[in-house]
């Protein structure tokens, strides 16, 4: 199996991902209240930003690698 094509396929759908989503939410427990055995936690929601240049970057590489990769054959 050739390795430029599968390489170039994972980037570029990589790139369409990042460009769709803009971003990674995940979910974290912290504690609020510790009082002995009495114990509170709470759920927060974060996001970790994707800057559209990731996804550029990856689609473009991705392209590039799909080009490079069917040239050299």
Known sequence: MKTYPMVAI???AIGIVAF???G????????VVD??????????????PLPPI???LALVG????LVVGNKKG
Do not use: H, N, S
């Open 20 to 22: 769709a989503y803009q």
């Open 10 to 12: 994972i980037l570029i």
């Open 62 to 65: 991705g392209i590039v690698l």
């Open 54 to 56: 990731v996804g550029a």
């Open 35 to 48: 009082f002995g055995p009495i114990q509170m936690t709470a759920e927060k929601t974060k996001t970790f």
């Open 24 to 31: 990674i939410t995940y979910t974290t427990r912290e504690k």
